[in-house]
């Protein structure tokens, strides 16, 4: 891969399709990433959209890529 971030199944990697409210889930261990909730594991502000997660930012519950989570049809 050229370093571009893959979502496998949920829009083809274009973190720009993605809309600010997108729940993610972890193709892994089904941890579900709310950016209205962040992630306190990894000091991810509530707020913060999937795609502005830091570029090392990993599943807390299994450590997956962020590349492994799928978009929630909510």
């Not at 893959?6 to 729940?23: D, I, N, T, V, W």
């Not at 509530?46 to 799928?70: I, K, L, N, Y």
Request: charged share 20%; aromatic share 12%.
């Amino acid at each position: 891969m050229n370093g571009a971030v893959r979502f496998e199944g949920s829009y083809l990697g274009s973190l720009a399709k993605l809309p600010a409210g997108a729940r993610l889930e972890c193709k892994i261990c089904w941890w579900v990433y709310d950016p209205a909730l962040g992630d306190p594991v990894w000091q991810v502000d509530p707020g913060t959209a999937f795609s502005d997660v830091p570029s090392h930012w990993r599943c807390p519950q299994c450590d997956g890529d962020a590349e492994q989570f799928m978009v929630l049809a909510d």
